[in-house]
């Protein structure tokens, strides 16, 4: 009866051994097909993003052939997955210009190339170019374009109010940081409504709570820069060196 006994618990302690070491050995199937999954996505945002860079190079090439020594690189593909790449409405590149001195880069010249996407510009083969309208601004430009921005989202009317706070202060989520208590502070408003001011021949703004809206006039797009890159191209152009 003894040695009943222990053969049973030995065929019971073996089937549970069997049966731990299959679950164990789906898990880590699933959490190498995890991984092999998240590998796959960042290398193609990865490729995306080199995609994304020769493409702007070849643009910026073409259409500006007296620029002959610059960086370029794209603010939107760090760190973002690629089901955030496919819902992207405008891809920003840093362009700053420079001399070499002394066999090290001396740094120049600061501009930012928009690529506004249209709907469908990721596709399965990736991203297709004849989607994107391409437009090139300095800093005097932007200074332009927050402006009009910071207008329409404040109420602000007095333009070297804007500006001042704009070249010596800090722009936030919120609006404005100025020196010595100039603030600009932007409207709450809800997320479904709308300021739109006239810009220009090509564009309209549109402010609401999260972004800057740029209406194209020759496409009908709506675009949105988020207000984290509001801030990013703003202190390329204003804080760093």
């Keep these: 009866m003894k040695r009943l006994t222990l053969l049973l618990l030995s065929v019971l302690l073996l089937s549970n051994l069997h049966i731990r070491a299959q679950d164990n050995g789906a898990a880590i199937a699933g959490a190498v097909a995890g991984i092999a999954a998240i590998g796959a996505g960042i290398a193609a945002v990865e ?110 009317e007095n333009e070297s109010i804007i500006r001042d706070a704009l070249t010596n202060g800090k722009v936030l989520n919120r609006g404005i940081k100025g020196k010595k208590g100039q603030d600009v502070d932007f409207y709450k408003i809800d997320g479904d409504m709308y300021l739109v001011t006239d810009y220009s021949d090509d564009m309209k703004f549109i402010y609401n709570e999260r972004s800057l809206g740029i209406y194209l006039k020759k496409t009908t797009d709506l675009v949105q820069i988020k207000r984290n890159s509001i801030i990013e191209i703003h202190e390329f152009f204003f804080d760093e060196n």
Aim: proline fraction near 2%.
């Design 47 to 156: 490729q995306m993003k080199e995609q994304a860079e020769l493409s702007a190079t070849e643009w910026f090439l073409t259409n500006h052939p007296e620029y002959n020594q610059f960086s370029l690189k794209t603010l939107d593909f760090d760190g973002k997955k690629l089901k955030d790449m496919s819902t992207t409405s405008v891809i920003t590149f840093k362009i700053q210009e420079f001399d070499i001195y002394n066999n090290e880069p001396l740094l120049g010249e600061k501009s930012v190339l928009f690529g506004f996407t249209s709907y469908g510009w990721i596709n399965e083969y990736g991203i297709d170019f004849n989607k994107v309208q391409w437009f090139l601004i300095n800093n005097d430009e932007w200074m332009n374009m927050m402006t009009a921005y910071s207008k329409v989202a404040s109420g602000v």
